[in-house]
């Protein structure tokens, strides 16, 4: 059942322009120029209930105004999304007690308070009912390792303390859904792996809905089954993210350790071969030729000591899709 709706939704920012020199400067001041900016281009799609989607695209493709247009922090210009039943903007209290959100740029701390005074704050905010916060508490400090630092005033932690502290509070209220814009950013891969997996584990465990901005796609990888790909305001792919493999992710290269100096070597249905040191990287479409029927070929043919297949990274598949539209595009 889809607990979020988007309809052909748009969204029109009016921004400056702005004249050259000191004149323009001026005139401007009192006579700004205005020109519209379509940041968000009848985009449609609904969440289920427990769906954990990557919303992906380059740098200003849509995304953060996607996501505070489903928050309800910004005003559709036209069409309409549903949250729960009701229209974010139009009720944002009773939304905001069912939703949670984390803007990696921005902050929802108090910089004077500790984590554990912050959390406390929410607490009351949220009217957390004290076992259910008692509850949460204890999760989010094994979880999200805030033990290490729940007494540190916020200004003192570093930005991966700070964060996981920031997607703590967004969860002390069970909400339904979780939006989480560029939570990782900055952070280094310990600080990384510890969201991905209290996102995982929130996910699955308490069904909670979780929508998920992020430039490294490796946070996609682990944690979401769906992605949303956009690309100027548009959507350009939506589905599971293992049919998008499937589709796009034809390619693979079997790596062979062999026993003796092969000078060169040729496999029918194979693309291309490197071998270098007596290793052989054989490129290969898992279409055009089964990995069992290459690996037999290649073990009927040389001494084999050793061997193993890779995957494109998501990261990989989703760049050469980019490109391939901008190609087609050209
Ligand atoms: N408050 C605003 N006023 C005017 N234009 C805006 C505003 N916010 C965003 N934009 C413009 O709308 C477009 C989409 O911006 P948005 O922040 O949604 O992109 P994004 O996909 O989140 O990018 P990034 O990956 O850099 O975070 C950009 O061209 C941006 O310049
Ligand atoms: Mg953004």
Same mark, same amino acid.
């Given at each position: 059942m ?7 939704? %748009? ?36 969440i ?6 990557g ?34 903007? *139009? ?14 740029? *921005? ?25 259910v ?9 094994t ?7 729940d ?8 930005l ?8 703590a %509070? ?8 979780c ?10 891969? /310990?600080a990384?792996e ?5 996102l ?8 909670? =809905? &979780? ?13 979401c089954?769906?992605?949303?790909l ?12 293992k049919?998008?493999?499937? &589709? ?6 079997? =790596? ?5 100096? /092969? =000078? ?5 249905g194979?693309?291309s071969?490197?071998? *270098?040191?007596r ?20 073990a009927?043919?040389?001494? /084999?000591?050793? %061997? ?16 391939k539209?901008?190609d087609?595009? %050209?």
């Open positions: 889809s607990i979020i709706r988007v309809e052909d939704l %748009c969204k029109v920012y009016q921004v400056k322009k702005l004249r050259t020199g000191a004149l323009g400067g001026i005139v401007d001041l009192f006579a700004p120029q205005m020109q519209k900016k379509e940041a968000v281009k009848s985009i449609g799609f609904s289920d209930r427990g769906e954990a989607v919303y992906i695209g380059p740098n200003g493709s849509g995304k953060s105004t996607t996501i505070k247009l489903m928050t309800g922090i910004l005003t559709p210009t036209s069409g309409k999304v549903t949250v729960n039943g009701i229209e974010p903007y *139009k009720k944002r209290k009773e939304n905001a007690q069912r939703i949670g959100a984390v803007f990696g740029q *921005k902050s929802q701390l108090v910089w004077d308070l500790s984590p554990k005074d912050s959390f406390e704050l929410f607490r009351f905010i949220y009217r957390i009912p004290e076992p916060y008692k509850r949460n508490l204890d999760k989010m400090m979880l999200l390792r805030i033990s290490e630092f007494t540190t005033p916020v200004r003192q932690l570093s991966g303390q700070r964060m996981r502290a920031e997607i %509070c967004a969860f002390f209220h069970n909400p339904d859904i939006y989480l814009d560029e939570p990782t950013i900055g952070l280094d891969i /310990v990384k510890h969201i991905r997996e209290f995982r584990e929130i996910n699955q465990e308490k069904e909670t =809905t &979780i929508i998920l901005t992020t430039h490294d796609m490796d946070d996609i990888e682990q944690v089954g769906r992605i949303i956009i690309n100027e305001g548009q959507i350009i792919h939506d589905g599971a993210m049919q998008f493999r499937e &589709i796009y992710g034809k390619e693979r290269v079997l =790596t062979v350790q062999l026993e003796e100096d /092969v =000078t060169a070597m040729s496999i029918e194979t693309r071969i490197e071998l *270098k040191d290793v052989a990287k054989i490129h290969y479409d898992k279409h055009n030729i089964s990995s069992t029927r290459l690996i037999q070929m290649i009927s043919q040389y001494q /084999v000591l050793d %061997c193993h297949i890779e995957e494109p990274r998501i990261e990989v598949l989703i760049r050469d899709f980019y490109e539209r901008v087609q595009t %050209c």
